[in-house]
Each structure stands twice: as structure tokens, then as C-alpha cells.
């Protein structure tokens, strides 16, 4: 193959499940985008912990480890780092790298508050790098595929949205205590954890949520701790030492969306849940038009249901399976009915983060987006805190807002 290569030295910060799967993806973009001639060198990790900075050496390949993530951002053959350490430590790391002049792909919610997300794009911004978030629902080849759509007018107006990320992670009364329940370690709960994935959708598939209020509630008052760095956040602890839960369970909201060009924009409602019995991973978004409705749910990530029109025998939802024509699904499976899975999201986000890297054109959630949904998240616990609706200030050139631009190439998408 005669492709210029591009090699990319690769510093990881934070070898947890984030770091891992940021790391399986690193090593797999080669081969599935071996025509972009792209060469990810893991170079250096770092974790506080030793057994996982040494698992980074060991298993998954990194030339070297550290427990001071400050040796990653100093290594001279580090383009690009990955930051997926706890939220507390976002903003900190996130102005680190940006000083140090590397490309940044960080992990979701980029800061604990509107504020910390705006520092680390404002110094993104002043040291002019590359930035990428990992929003990886976006790139389910099904919700590309939605959003061609509703692009394309073949829903008609939206007139609703309905959204319930409902995970049962935390569901057992003994579920673990991880940082994220704790308020200085994490922020707000499933607000800035599940929320803002669900409303980054929204934002990419719909446009920008202009107003929120809602409600939230917590399950248990108090949880089994668990050592930073030990467990998941799905472990489950027999018999351990108490402590609080400082953030919620659940959060519902209620939204307005930015005015269309008709007139005032669609509503919704956008739910999420950590304590869920039932819903494994159910991550619903439904979006509802004048003239049609598509459906999605990440417990069946390759399956897209959609209704068009009011009449004729198949009126009503159809199921429709992604395949080679919706977003990069030949990149991973050759044929529709065999499924991709959520570690290939990230293997997209990771190619079009390192394409951005190398100044190709590359439309990606970056801190930009990672703003716009902090504010929505953040006026809604306000709204919340409140009982009130609160009004959203927008965020100028997030990748969202960009809805033009289906390549002439692609396959054209009629539906009879
Ligand atoms: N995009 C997604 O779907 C998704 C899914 C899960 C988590 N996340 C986000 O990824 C981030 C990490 O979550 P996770 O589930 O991987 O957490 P995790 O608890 O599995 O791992 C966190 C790691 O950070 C390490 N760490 C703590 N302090 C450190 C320091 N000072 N320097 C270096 N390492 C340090 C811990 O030892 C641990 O290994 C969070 O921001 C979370 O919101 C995103």
C-alpha cells in the first residue's frame, strides 16, 4: 500500500475502563482504516495505581508506565494524549495538555460544572489544538443514519423528542460507591454521566436545547465504598464501610429546543437512571415529526425503527438493521444482521480524532460540544435545585451545529 504513513505517539492518562478501551482502540484503527495510513505508538501511560500502569505495559502494549500522569504530557514522542482519569481531574489534566501542546481526546463530562468545561475549551482554544470528547453514541452507524434524515426533511417538522438513558449499573442496594457518587470527585450524577451523553444526542440528531427543568431522586442514601482505582462502577461490595451518596440517581427533564423555520422548535423529555431494575442498558432516543419517527435503543445499537407517512399497510414502525450504507458499518462487518459493538464506537471516535490530528477534515464531538451539553446538564440541576425553568446560553461552532455536508457520494436514502 502506498499510503504516506502518519505515525502517532499515543500518551494515555488513566488506565481504567475508559483508558483500556481507549487503548484497544489506538491499537485497532490501523486495521480497520488501513487507508488512512494511520500509526498509533503507544508511547506512555500513567496511573496511580501501579498493577494498571503495569497492565498498560504488559497487556496492552504501551512502551512505558508512571504513576505522574506530568511524565506523559513531558515525553517528548507524545502527539496526543487521552485523558480518562475521574472528572475531578479533567479540568486540571485538560489545561495541562493543552499547555503542552498535544492534541486532547477526553473522556465525557469534560468538566464538573459549565465552568470547568469552559476552562479547559478556553485553553484548548488559546494553544489552538485538536480537541475530541468522547460523546460515542454519536457514531453508531443507526444514529448517523438518523440524523441523514432528519436533515434531510423526511421526518417533516419535529415536533418531540423522548430520551430515557436507563442503566442498572448501581440498581443493587450495595452497589459500590465509586467516585462517582462522590460529589468533589465527580459533580452532579447521572446528570453529567448518562445526561450528557443523551443530551449530546439530542444536540447532534435534533439541535440545541434552548430551556430545561426537571426533577431528580436518589435510591439509597448510603453505599459500600471503593478504593479509587479498584472495582468498577459495577462492582457490588458485601459487608464494606458506609458512606453518602452526594449526587442523584435519577434525572428527568423537560426541554425546549431551539426555534426551527417554522416557528418554535420541538420539546422533549430527557430521563436518566443509574438504579434502573430491568433496563440493562437501555439507551433510548426517540425523535417524533409531522411526517415521520425514528426510533434507536443501544440494547439493540444496530437496529434503527422508523415511520413515514400516515397510510398504506405498512404504516406504522419498520424495523430497519444497519448495513453497509449507514455511517462506517463496512468498516467493521461486511453485511447488515451481523452486529458491531460498542468498543467499535470508539475505534470511530478514535479515527476521527487522529484525523483531525493530522489537519484532515474531520466532523467530531469535541470541548466545543462537550460545553454545549454541560450548560443543558448544569442549568437543568439549577432548574432543579430551583424548581424552575432555566434558559440555556448557547455555544458558538460546535460540530453539532453542523448539518449540511452529506457527501455527494454517498448512497441516497429514499423510502418508498
Ligand atoms: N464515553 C463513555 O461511554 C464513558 C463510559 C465510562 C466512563 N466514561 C468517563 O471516563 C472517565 C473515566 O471513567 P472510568 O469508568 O474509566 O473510571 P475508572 O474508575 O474505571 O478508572 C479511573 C482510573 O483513574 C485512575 N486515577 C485516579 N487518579 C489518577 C491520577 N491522579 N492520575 C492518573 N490516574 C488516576 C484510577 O486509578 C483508575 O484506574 C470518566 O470521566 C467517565 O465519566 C465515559
Not at 433496563?279 to 426517540?286: G, L, M, Q, V
Not at 407517512?309 to 467493521?332: C, L, N, Q
Amino acid at each position: 500500500m502506498n499510503t504516506p504513513q502518519h505515525e502517532i505517539g499515543v500518551g494515555l492518562i488513566s488506565v481504567g475502563w475508559m483508558g483500556q478501551l481507549h487503548s484497544r482502540a489506538y491499537s485497532s484503527l490501523s486495521v480497520v482504516y488501513p487507508e488512512l495510513g494511520i500509526r498509533p505508538r503507544l508511547v506512555i501511560a500513567a496511573d496511580t495505581n501501579r498493577d494498571r500502569a503495569d497492565y498498560a505495559v504488559d497487556v496492552l502494549g504501551y512502551e512505558s508506565a508512571t504513576t505522574d500522569y506530568h511524565e506523559v504530557l513531558e515525553h517528548p514522542d507524545v502527539d496526543v494524549v487521552s485523558v480518562c482519569a475521574p472528572n475531578f481531574l479533567h479540568e486540571e489534566i485538560g489545561t495541562a495538555v493543552a499547555r503542552a501542546g498535544k492534541s486532547l481526546w477526553i473522556e465525557k463530562p469534560v468538566g464538573r460544572s459549565a465552568e470547568e468545561t469552559e476552562t479547559v475549551a478556553q485553553a484548548a482554544d488559546d494553544a489552538g489544538i485538536v480537541t475530541a470528547v468522547g460523546f460515542n453514541y454519536r457514531n453508531a452507524p443507526a444514529i448517523e443514519y438518523a440524523r441523514r434524515i432528519i436533515a434531510e426533511g423526511q421526518l417533516g417538522r419535529i415536533i418531540n423528542v423522548r430520551g430515557a438513558f436507563f442503566a442498572d449499573y448501581s440498581s443493587e442496594p450495595n452497589g459500590a460507591l465509586s467516585w462517582r457518587f462522590v460529589r468533589r470527585l465527580a459533580g452532579s450524577g447521572v446528570l453529567g454521566d448518562l445526561l450528557g451523553h443523551l443530551t449530546d444526542l439530542a444536540h447532534y440528531v435534533v439541535g440545541p436545547i434552548d430551556r430545561v427543568t426537571g426533577v431528580s431522586n436518589t435510591a439509597y442514601a448510603e453505599r459500600p465504598k471503593l478504593e479509587m482505582g479498584s472495582g468498577t462502577h459495577f462492582s457490588v461490595v458485601e459487608g464494606g464501610e458506609m458512606a453518602p451518596v452526594e449526587n442523584e440517581d435519577y434525572a428527568g427533564l423537560l426541554v425546549q429546543f431551539g426555534p426551527d423555520a417554522q416557528g418554535a422548535g420541538a420539546v422533549g423529555t430527557l430521563e436518566a437512571s443509574r438504579v434502573s431494575v430491568g433496563p440493562r442498558a437501555e439507551y433510548s432516543f426517540e425523535v417524533y415529526g409531522t411526517e415521520g419517527s425514528l426510533r434507536w435503543n443501544f440494547e439493540r445499537m444496530n437496529e434503527l425503527e422508523l415511520a413515514l407517512g400516515y397510510r398504506g399497510p405498512h404504516v406504522g414502525f419498520t424495523r430497519i438493521m444497519a448495513g453497509p450504507e449507514f455511517g462506517d458499518f463496512s468498516k467493521f462487518q461486511p453485511g447488515a444482521g451481523t452486529s458491531m459493538g460498542y468498543d467499535d464506537l470508539k475505534v470511530i471516535e478514535a479515527k476521527k480524532f487522529l484525523l483531525a490530528h493530522i489537519g484532515a477534515d474531520s466532523a467530531h464531538a469535541d470541548v466545543h460540544d462537550a460545553l454545549a451539553a454541560n450548560r443543558v446538564v448544569y442549568a437543568a440541576e439549577q432548574a432543579i435545585a430551583d424548581e424552575n425553568w432555566q434558559s440555556v446560553e448557547q455555544v458558538e461552532g460546535t460540530s453539532a451545529a453542523v448539518k449540511q455536508g452529506w457527501a455527494a457520494s454517498e448512497t441516497a436514502v429514499t423510502h418508498d
